[in-house]
């Protein structure tokens, strides 16, 4: 795996196959697609950033690259994609074999532009949107995590407020006398020229007669911006003193019903607000909702609380009478924002679902971040608020207004994109179908180039590949190169607001077994399966995986027909069945027990992390800690429990610390604290400091989970164990623990996989 993680580092991208399937149809044959899982704004501290324009191509508008062909003499370079011979301009002229610009040097294969002629416009902007629905505790809460948000913004970002209830309520945060705010009905849809009117925006200039209204260049003065969109510095005081006074919504609740709660009207107000003030900024719009929404275009239950929130079950019958029309309000809002360039940013806390599953669409759309909690008091959420805004090591590097286009070998096609953060163009040269696209789409193809409104330095892209190239019966005809490339092009506003452009050129060869990478392949699997199980009814996850697999070990293992015992895999692939076996039984394939928006919410994070991240949902990893040893890995299974350990599982979402039945004993009895113990106290101390660093590098934060063998929560750690030792065993195992549970265990898995692969 280190070659792999290697190459990580030096480019931000993971395929499964390394060494490429040479045809159409040995690819067909490979089970798991062409593919590369790509972090386009990775950070790379040796990588340098140029302060000049990029050389393209005149003909596929590739850039300047190390796999470029030069001749000195000539001042010419031959595109490795189409084979354009190119010209360099003037400012080249003193290029030669000892004078070469960093885009050509074989180290640099992906290099930043930073074209100077374009400065910072607008500086970042944020609209809270509050959601007042709660009971008094948890607004204080989310009071007190929106102070110390205020505090980490920076001083010239704009940033305006809308909270809602029953009715909307749009704060005047500039109108410095009294708080002022604009009213507008929860059930009723507002457009963006009624929101103009109502809040007076052509009081002192009358409206244009035609065109879009839309920010200074039509004509909207500074000071009438300015009443809703005030720099953090300006507007501290206010801001502050509008939380400190927020009350529960003040209307009252029947005790059969739920509280009236206008999400999806907010919302839409909050996108025709800054559509009209700043279209086209890196704005960002953070809802926090604290319950299920009730009325208007996007709610999801009725306020009778004889009617439950629909659960998968209902989904699968179709029979949840809400979902399709908020899905389609939503996919209309999404729609918007991505005109307008803008991003929607989701933290939902709240022991109820509040919708995720709805709002998915215009969340991942833009690009927005999700965080799920119980409670705006969890951890979970007030470090995750905290790292948003949080400058430094950890921070988040938050980036907007991206494009991102791929170039690739006439013998490559892209088929689409599986991500949580792009989307296609509707508009412009970028949306037509050009010859680089597949006939098959999988997510979202039939382009070369997307849009992508907000990304961050963990955004990773799943990109699919169709290899068009067929076999050459003549085999005296020797195809005329090995080796073929991709290029990936994002444009996109740093952080520090100037516009950048990062490019990264691949090389790979056309062979097979040994470039594949079984971490990467696992979850561009994990993508798909998840994926499909959204768009295709019908669709049985566990059959096409067990499918996928058995032909897969079919293909690619050494046996003798009809003869089991002798099925063996080369090291390349011997993980692989371990991680299908597991994502069979994660979150992302089994929904049992879990609600549509906890799936959901899953799935965007799936979509939107990088390998490493990814194969820890799938297989989380286990490290042990005893007298006998110190921390150690151990095997995700049930025969990893013992009295005299602690366990400390990663699962992602979780970190679970897991006390044996003897370690819990002496813990209770308070051996730590005693002098002569020092030993097990610093055991104790020692999972705990490995959870805080794995927290401190999270986001969104994990869950943090200490138990004891036996004790109710221990079941965080169980349900993540390999059941090798099941109440069903014959004779119990001598060490760990039993679980009751009727999977199969991997075991169990691995020899039916071997009866099926050599048939």
């Known amino acids: 795996m280190s070659e792999f993680l290697d190459l990580e580092s030096q480019d931000g991208v993971r395929m499964p196959w390394n060494v490429i399937p040479g045809t159409k149809q040995e690819s067909t044959n490979s089970v798991v697609p062409v593919s590369a899982i790509y972090t386009p704004i990775k950070p790379f501290p040796s990588m340098p950033v140029l302060p000049y324009a990029a050389l393209r191509c005149r003909t596929c508008r590739s850039i300047l690259n190390p796999f470029s062909t030069v001749d000195y003499a000539a001042k010419i370079w031959i595109c490795p994609f189409c084979f354009t011979r190119n010209h ?24 930043e532009y930073d074209s100077s002629l374009e400065k910072p416009t607008t500086p970042p902007v944020f609209i809270f949107v509050v959601d007042t629905c709660m009971i008094e505790e948890e607004l204080s809460f989310l009071k007190s995590a929106l102070s110390q948000a205020l505090g980490l913004l920076p001083d010239y970002s704009l940033v305006g407020l809308i909270t809602f209830g029953t009715f909307v309520h749009v704060h005047e945060l500039g109108f410095s006398g009294v708080p002022k705010t604009y009213i507008f009905k929860g059930s009723k849809d507002v457009n963006k020229e009624q929101l103009l009117e109502q809040i007076s925006f052509f009081l002192k200039k009358p409206k244009p007669a035609t065109g879009v209204i839309a920010g200074h260049r039509d004509g909207f003065s500074t000071e009438s911006i300015a009443r809703f969109l005030l720099p ?33 009207t907010a919302l839409s107000i909050a996108a025709s607000l800054l559509g009209a003030c700043v279209p086209g900024s890196g704005a960002r719009i953070m809802a926090f909702i604290g319950g299920p929404s009730t009325e208007g275009m996007g709610a999801i239950v009725s306020k009778n609380l004889s009617e439950p929130i629909r659960s998968h079950k209902d989904l699968d019958k179709d029979s949840a009478t809400h979902f399709h029309k908020a899905v389609k309000f939503y996919e209309g809002l999404s729609r918007q924002l991505v005109n307008q360039g803008h991003v929607l940013d989701l933290f939902a806390c709240a022991l109820d679902q509040v919708g ?21 008091g969890h951890s979970v959420f007030k470090d995750s608020l905290r790292r948003v805004f949080k400058s430094g090591d950890y921070e988040l590097g938050l980036s907007s207004n991206g494009i991102f286009e791929i170039n690739c070998s006439k013998d490559v096609k892209v088929q ?15 949306a037509q179908k050009g010859p680089l696209c597949s006939d098959t789409v999988v997510g979202q193809g039939s382009t070369s180039a997307w849009k992508m409104c907000g990304l961050d330095k963990a955004t990773s892209l799943c990109l699919i590949f169709e290899i068009v190239k067929k076999e050459i019966p003549d085999a005296t005809v020797q195809p005329t190169s090995n080796q073929f490339y991709f290029q990936f092009l994002t444009y996109y506003q740093h952080s520090s607001g100037q516009m950048r452009l990062r490019v990264t050129t691949l090389s790979r060869r056309w062979e097979l077994i040994a470039g594949f990478d079984q971490e990467a392949a696992a979850v561009v699997m994990a993508r798909l399966v998840s994926f499909k199980m959204e768009t295709e009814a019908e669709f049985d996850p566990i059959r096409w995986l067990d499918k996928s697999l058995i032909h897969m070990c079919s293909r690619f293992g050494d046996y003798q027909k009809d003869s089991p015992s002798s099925f063996s895999l080369s090291p390349r692939f011997s993980i692989f069945p371990q991680f299908m076996f597991h994502l069979r039984r994660s979150q992302f394939v089994q929904v049992f027990n879990n609600s549509p928006d906890e799936t959901a919410y ?32 151990a095997l995700l299974d049930v025969a990893a429990i013992a009295a005299d350990r602690i366990l400390l599982l990663d699962a992602y979402f979780s970190v679970v610390i897991f006390h044996g039945s003897t370690i819990a004993q002496w813990r209770k009895a308070g051996y730590q604290d005693l002098p002569e113990h020092q030993a097990f106290a610093q055991l104790l101390q020692a999972p705990r400091d490995d959870g805080d660093q794995i927290i401190k590098e999270r986001f969104p934060v994990p869950r ?39 999977d199969v265990s991997f075991e169990v898995f691995l020899d039916h996989l071997q009866r099926l692969a050599v048939q």
């Open 88 to 111: 360099f301009p003037p400012h080249y002229a003193s290029i030669s074999d000892e004078n070469l610009p960093a885009e050509l040097f074989p180290q640099y294969t992906t290099i």
């Open 416 to 430: 689409g994109i599986i991500a949580g953060h792009v989307l296609k163009p509707y508009t412009g040269d970028l």
């Open 602 to 633: 899953f799935r965007m994070i799936l979509n939107r992390e990088n390998v490493t991240n990814s194969v820890v949902m799938l297989q989380p990893s286990l490290i042990s800690y005893s007298f006998h040893s110190g921390p150690e890995p």
């Open 704 to 742: 943090l989970v200490i138990c004891d063998q036996h004790g109710s929560q221990a079941r965080f750690l169980l349900a993540k164990l390999n059941p090798s030792a099941t109440y069903n065993n014959e004779a119990p195992l001598p060490v760990g623990d039993v679980i009751f549970t009727d």
């Open 232 to 264: 953090a510095s300006d507007c501290e005081f206010a801001l502050n003193s509008v939380l400190e006074e927020l009350q529960k919504d003040p209307w009252p609740v029947p005790a059969d019903q739920r509280a009236t709660r206008c999400t999806s």
């Open 356 to 376: 995720i599953a709805e709002l998915k669409i215009a969340v991942e759309r833009t690009g927005g971040l999700v965080v799920l909690a119980e409670s705006f």
